[in-house]
């Protein structure tokens, strides 16, 4: 059966966090707060530039300042919950493909995030995305793998993932998108 959970590696990046800096998180948070940053990316780029952090640590105290993380969450349903508010018909290719992915093993974790679910087993290897109201998308970690398919490369820099699947109906989750993320988590492993 796979696993809900936020913590494990971000209490280790929390940690990793003060005595990196000599600051907590709070401290940081409390920092970031001040100045009043309205968007993500002004609050990574002013913890880079002015700080030196790594985008991980940057992106973490950027979420957490935002509260737009996991861990900030009371509860994750609620993430899920507003994640597919006015697209019913998107929540229904989420709720086969997570029947599905449990299936795998039961090392798979589920992580819900603000805008995604972070699908991981050591490593993340797949998100799974309302990408608009009529759009899904299965972002995947397959580097290296050539476009077949219905899997479309992802050209952006800085990319989380390798590889994308978009699509409009649960009628589309067919053999091969379950292969596509059943290939993505085992060389997570």
């Not at 994640?83 to 449990?102: G, N, R």
Request: glycine share 6%; net charge positive; with cysteine.
């Amino acid at each position: 059966m796979a696993k809900t959970n936020t913590a494990s590696g971000e209490e280790t990046m929390i940690a990793n966090l003060e005595k990196n800096t000599g600051k907590s998180l709070a401290e940081w948070i409390e920092i970031v707060q001040a100045k009043q940053f309205s968007k993500h990316g002004e609050i990574l780029k002013f913890l880079k530039t002015e700080h030196q952090f790594t985008h991980g640590f940057a992106n973490m105290v950027a979420l957490k300042a935002r509260k737009a993380d996991a861990g900030s969450a009371t509860n994750t349903d609620d993430l899920i919950t507003a994640q597919y508010k006015d697209k019913e018909l998107l929540k229904e290719i989420y709720d086969v493909l997570i029947q599905a992915v449990s299936g795998f093993g039961d090392d798979v974790e589920i992580a819900p995030k603000k805008a995604y679910v972070s699908l991981r087993r050591k490593k993340q290897f797949a998100m799974l995305q309302p990408a608009t109201k009529s759009r899904f998308e299965i972002s995947l970690n397959l580097k290296e793998q050539a476009e077949q398919g219905m899997l479309e490369a992802i050209t952006k820099a800085n990319a989380m993932c390798s590889h994308v699947i978009k699509i409009a109906s649960k009628g589309e989750v067919n053999e091969e998108v379950i292969s596509w993320l059943r290939v993505a988590y085992e060389k997570a492993g």
